[in-house]
T-cell receptor, first 117, second 111 residues
């Protein structure tokens, strides 16, 4: 149980294009989803928290106009990197938590490797 | 603000032996939770074990156990009977609504 699917797993695109990453909870309803960014051999950095039906809460320093997050249903959240540039290249990971209690663990997707040329 | 410190960038253990990964943290929250996640080369984050801060009893999950010292703000992970499949990056995470992750410890298992 508690499977989170993230798609695509790897994407390469040209500078200036927009890229959408999907995060789906397959066997549970995710009230809250999280988006992280991870640089090579480094820790996870939280970018934003999204709750179903409401606007995402972005961490300090994360540009909300560049990283658009939509959490339209209890099983789907999307991250769109708009007008992507090479510095946006990174590994992006989503997680989903069932219910509203913080003691519930976050279940992670497999991540998306984004390369901007 | 919360901080999580993993002071061991890398650890090695012989197969079948026991290893302990350390984690210390600081938080101003009164109600928080602690987790250990494992990230193998595939980069998927896998939950290893979790602990609720209000519980004094240390969590155990098969070969994995924690030593939670709340006053010292310490949350170490002990892996018994280490297996080759345990080799991975291990992250300690602490938080309430959102988690803060430590820098990670690379665990190598020698056969």
């Amino acid at each position: 149980g508690a499977v989170v699917s993230q798609h695509p797993s790897w994407v390469i695109c040209k500078s200036g294009t927009s890229v959408k990453i999907e995060c789906r909870s397959l066997d549970f309803q995710a009230t809250t989803m999280f988006w992280y960014r991870q640089f090579p051999k480094q820790s996870l950095m939280l970018m934003a928290t999204s709750n179903e039906g409401s606007k995402a809460t972005y961490e300090q320093g994360v540009e909300k106009d560049k990283f658009l997050i939509n959490h339209a249903s209890l099983t789907l959240s999307t991250l769109t990197v708009t007008s992507a540039h090479p510095e946006d290249s990174s590994f992006y990971i989503c997680s989903a938590r069932a219910g509203g209690k913080s003691n519930q663990p976050q279940h992670f997707g497999d991540g998306t490797r984004l390369s901007i040329l | 603000a919360q901080t999580v410190t993993q002071s061991q960038p890398e650890m090695s253990v012989q197969e079948a032996e026991t290893v302990t990964l350390s984690c210390t943290y600081d938080t101003s929250e009164s109600d928080y939770y602690l987790f250990w996640y494992k990230q193998p080369p595939s980069r998927q984050m896998i939950l290893v074990i979790r602990q609720e801060a209000y519980k004094q009893q240390n969590a155990t999950e098969n070969r994995f156990s924690v030593n939670f010292q709340k006053a010292a703000k310490s949350f170490s992970l002990k892996i018994s009977d280490s297996q080759l499949g345990d080799a991975a990056m291990y992250f300690c995470a602490v938080g309430g609504n959102k988690l803060v992750f430590g820098a990670g410890t690379i665990l190598r298992v020698k056969s």
